[in-house]
């Protein structure tokens, strides 16, 4: 099993900044791309970084300048610093891996269970 834990969402001031960290634990031989989606109500689930294994970056047009993606491979973890942040950024964000197994070496995608962050006018 593997498994995705996201924390760090939360209320917050529209200027104002949030970190969230989602850690990756379990059978786990690597980790390749590892992203975050956010899913605001009655909207379409959509990326909002990404990263891969080699930490080449990638971002929605709606959030390059304010949020960056990073990660740590010594603790399986993919970070989302997010400053200036806008009412319009509320959202559940769900952190996103591509991840191979120990026990098969075989790839699959998972997601974290969501964090909400709302960010008040």
């Known amino acids: 099993q593997v498994h995705l834990v996201e924390s760090g969402g939360g209320l917050v001031q529209a200027g104002g900044s949030l970190r969230l960290s989602c850690a990756a634990s379990?059978?786990?031989?690597?980790?390749?791309?590892m992203g975050w989606y956010r899913q605001a109500p009655e909207k379409q689930r959509e990326l909002v970084a990404h990263?891969?294994?080699?930490?080449?970056?990638n971002y929605a047009d709606s959030v390059k300048g304010r949020f960056t993606i990073s990660r740590d491979n010594a603790k399986n973890t993919v970070y989302l610093q997010m400053n200036s942040l806008k009412p319009e950024d509320t959202a559940v964000y769900y952190c996103n891996a591509d991840i191979t197994r120990r026990m098969d070496f075989r790839s699959y995608e998972y997601w974290g269970q969501g964090t909400q962050v709302t960010v008040s006018s």
């Open positions: 990263i891969t294994s080699i930490g080449s970056t």
């Open positions: 379990g059978n786990i031989f690597s980790i390749n791309a």
